[in-house]
């Protein structure tokens, strides 16, 4: 896109336009200008770095961040910046290299005792030998089909310091490794979508909030929650999102345009807008939605002109609705009504106001974590193509709204680059094997604990088989997998089978603890990086000053791996002869020289100049029209599907014969549902476990002050309406516990209107915290997946089911034992 030179550098550690940390984002920040211009001063200097969270600046004074302001560029803040000097100072800190007392005294390769939490300080050259000598004994004894490093997450932001790329780059120096694909966030969306509309669509940029506001007659937000969500972002957040969403507000409160939430729960978005709510019972959105189809199609509401020019397939799909297919069914609005939960005259209104006008459909991500996660989203493609509304301004479908500023018109510049995640080319391994035994070398991201399980297991998966690997020896850096993987006791038992489990991370984590070698990272915040402000608008390209030096014995990932790499010779090949601000460089260099046609940007000594740091604006983004060239000129601009239209049938998916996952979308009964659903009888509450308000899945739960802002006795919140409550004896801040045949935990109770009846929800990411490292010991501080359950979606994806779950609560009233989440190991004398 090319773009006018109307840049320049933002001077921003020499202002002090900074905006107050508030409560909520959508208070604007007052703007003042500063007298000073210099950076320094008796109390100290000022840095600027980035984050999840957002860009900002820290008073670094004896050595210590003392005081943190958002840019003044950021007009809406998030709350969560106050956590981030509780990141860098708290007990939970991984100060030195650990080792399992029992895995290294003991029985070495038992991992009976796993998670008892007891370890030995050992030196980073006894931490670094034990690991490599791993590695060789696993690579000489196994093969590659042993190791699984694989693993990723969320690290924090920075394009140089990615913490998987460091691990992933040094581990394949040395040998190769059994990989995942897919993610626990969208691994059933992102494996659906490209069948029906092409792409994966949950990463995709979509229309912009602009080009909504003006032609959008209907918004709907299905199981989506973005002013909650959009405080964080995979790369440094801007926050702009929230100027559109106060334009919304305005809008709505004139009448000027109709939103819904389309929810079990009344969302922060829904509070906030004072918008319309449709209550849909959990997990039964796929009954809603084809009633929806069968008053859409019955009443004649439905674009037939779309379909004919942009899909295929709605002919094989329509006999399911109208019950003329195998079923024998009507999917007709007093069908799903007593499985739903919305009135049959209440669907079929909402289909007329759906296809009244312009209707832009906005779905989350949530609502595809459960039990045939599948369907849903391929549901709403449906809905959407029905409307016909797809590639028109304010119309259509999305998925990613919610996500790192989706929706913020996008410069089109380009950013930088990012270090290396694979060997380079022309060079090998010095173990080159690439016998995997039989086994596959790539599993989808949620079945590794099955394969721990049954190694040798073939599953389906995406068309094709897979073979579950026999693995040994688990390798993760920067990724905590025990807050994102499912059933914690069936991940005690797993983790009992391994030989040896190597862990690189800055917190001590539950992952850290049923680890057996631990390595201590630096944060973020202890060394320098650059960072692409704004990851789908591409506003600019800040500067990520290192505000302090690493603490205790803590390196940067990059340090861990050169010396890793020294023990097999290959830290030349690995660091490519440059060190840290050599690369920093480098990659600055590389996205100057991409920009240079379309803007300006600054030597890298000015940009990184301190009395001259913060960021580099891309200038204005341009508006832009999801699936708008598709609909353009279906021919020349295909979608990415089979035929290279939209796929409301899918051949593809009909040859691979699934059960649960068919030629179109279905409705599928779950394993468990609350509200007269399986398993309701004995465990009546569905919980929810969808991403928090006040941290990063599990990042920002160390943050001790910070975290006292929001827990109940020192517990996660438990949200449950006041009828539950009340049944149950249970008052607000009560203790409570949540169990069900898979395990139990302890959480504090918050009751609450905004969830209706046989309704609760934990924020996943909550920390991890057995009383010990039985099987069946209670979570002592309220992780909701102590108690969710471990099944893929369907056949297709093999994705996180987490949210097919159903639980009981009740007042707890025996000995309270104290949180073990948080704080670190316990060390032993070697």
């Not at 380079?424 to 035994?437: L, V």
Request: net charge negative; hydrophobic share 35%.
């Amino acid at each position: 896109m090319s773009l006018s030179r109307r840049r320049f550098l933002q001077g921003l550690a020499t202002t002090s336009a900074v905006a107050a940390i508030g409560p909520s984002l959508l208070t604007a920040a007052a703007h003042a200008a500063e007298e000073a211009t210099s950076p320094y001063s008796a109390d100290g200097v000022w840095k600027v770095t980035g984050s999840h969270w957002g860009a900002f600046r820290a008073r670094i004074y004896n050595g210590k961040v003392q005081e943190i302001k958002p840019l003044d560029r950021d007009k809406y803040p998030t709350d969560m910046l106050n956590g981030i000097k509780g990141i860098i100072y708290n007990p939970s800190r991984v100060r030195y290299p650990m080792v399992r007392l029992d895995w290294l005294k003991k029985h070495k390769y038992s991992g009976d005792t796993r998670g008892s939490n007891r370890f030995i300080r050992v030196t980073w050259d006894e931490a670094l030998d034990l690991f490599y000598n791993e590695l060789e004994r696993v690579q000489k004894e196994y093969g590659p089909s042993a190791l699984y490093a694989g693993m990723t997450g969320w690290r924090m932001t920075g394009q140089f310091q990615s913490c998987t790329s460091h691990m992933q780059r040094a581990v394949g120096m040395h040998g190769n490794f059994i990989t995942k694909i897919g993610d626990y966030s969208t691994g059933a969306g992102q494996t659906i979508l490209p069948y029906v509309l092409g792409s994966t669509e949950v990463y995709a940029q979509g229309t912009s909030w602009p080009l909504i506001l003006e032609h959008t007659d209907t918004v709907v937000f299905w199981a989506n929650d973005p002013l909650k969500n959009t405080q964080v972002g995979w790369q440094c957040e801007t926050h702009d999102s929230y100027e559109y969403y106060e334009q919304l507000k305005e809008k709505v409160a004139k009448k000027g345009i109709k939103v819904i939430c389309v929810d079990p729960v009344k969302s922060k978005t829904q509070n906030y807008l004072q918008c319309d709510h449709r209550y849909v019972n959990p997990q039964t959105d796929v009954p809603f939605m084809l009633a929806i189809a069968h008053t859409l199609y019955n009443e004649k509401l439905y674009d037939k002109e779309f379909i004919d020019t942009y899909a295929l397939g709605f002919d094989e799909f329509i006999p399911y609705v109208l019950g003329k297919a195998e079923d024998k069914t009507e999917k007709s609005p007093e069908w799903a009504e007593p499985i739903c939960g919305v009135k049959a005259d209440e669907i079929r209104e909402f289909a007329r106001l759906l296809a009244k006008g312009r209707t832009q459909l906005i779905f989350g991500w949530a609502v595809q974590r459960q039990q045939h996660g599948e369907q849903p989203y391929w549901m709403g493609a449906v809905l959407a193509t029905m409307l016909g509304k797809i590639g028109l301004p304010g119309g259509g479908i999305s998925y990613s709204h919610h996500y790192s500023g989706v929706g913020i018109p996008p410069t089109g510049a380009s950013g930088p680059g990012g270090f290396p995640r694979n060997v380079d080319e022309g060079q090998k391994p010095k173990w080159d094997s690439t016998d995997f035994k039989g086994y596959s070398k790539t599993i989808p991201v949620a079945r590794w604990i099955d394969a721990i399980h049954e190694p040798g297991k073939e599953i389906n998966y995406n068309g094709n088989k897979v073979k579950l690997p026999d693995i040994k020896m688990l390798v993760v850096s920067g990724c905590n997998p025990w807050h994102h993987h499912q059933d914690r006791n069936r991940m005690k038992k797993a983790f009992q089978k391994l030989q040896t489990v190597v862990t690189i991370d800055f917190a001590w984590t539950a992952t850290c603890r049923f680890s057996d070698i631990v390595l201590p990272a630096c944060t973020q915040f202890e060394r320098n990086d650059i960072d692409l402000y704004g990851a789908y608008s591409g506003s600019g390209l800040l500067a990520m000053h290192k505000l302090v030096d690493p603490l205790y014995q803590s390196r940067t990932d990059f340090d861990i791996f050169t010396d890793f790499c020294r023990r097999f010779d290959r830290q030349k090949e690995y660091t490519r002869g440059m060190g840290e601000m050599e690369w920093i460089k480098s990659l600055y260099e590389d996205c100057r020289e991409a920009n240079k046609d379309s803007f300006k940007m600054p030597p890298f000594e000015e940009f990184w100049a301190q009395d001259q740091a913060g960021w580099v604006n891309f200038g204005e983004g341009k508006d832009y029209v999801a699936h708008a060239k598709f609909r353009e000129d279906p021919e020349i601009n295909p979608l990415g599907t089979p035929s290279g239209f939209i796929e409301v049938f899918s051949r593809k998916i009909a040859g691979y014969k699934y059960d649960h996952c068919q030629g179109h979308p279905m409705w599928f009964e779950k394993a468990e549902r609350s509200h007269g659903g399986p398993g309701s009888d004995k465990f009546p509450l569905w919980l929810q476990s969808c991403h928090p308000d006040q941290r990063l899945h599990s990042q920002m739960c160390e943050s001790d002050e910070y975290r006292a802002t929001y827990t109940v006795q020192d517990r996660e919140p438990v949200y449950i309406s006041p009828e539950d409550a009340k049944s149950r004896g249970i008052k607000d801040g009560d203790l409570v516990r949540v169990f069900n045949d898979r395990g139990q935990l302890l959480a504090g109770a918050v009751v609450s209107d905004n969830y209706p009846l046989g309704v609760i929800r934990i924020y996943e990411g909550a920390w991890y915290g057995p009383l010990n490292e039985k099987v069946g010991s209670i979570d002592t501080y309220g992780d909701p997946n102590t108690v969710t359950m471990d099944i893929g979606t369907s056949e297709l994806a093999q994705a996180t089911s987490a949210n097919t779950v159903v639980v009981q609560m009740e007042k707890y009233t025996g000995e309270v034992p104290p949180v073990t989440s948080f704080g670190g190991p316990i060390e032993i004398d070697s």
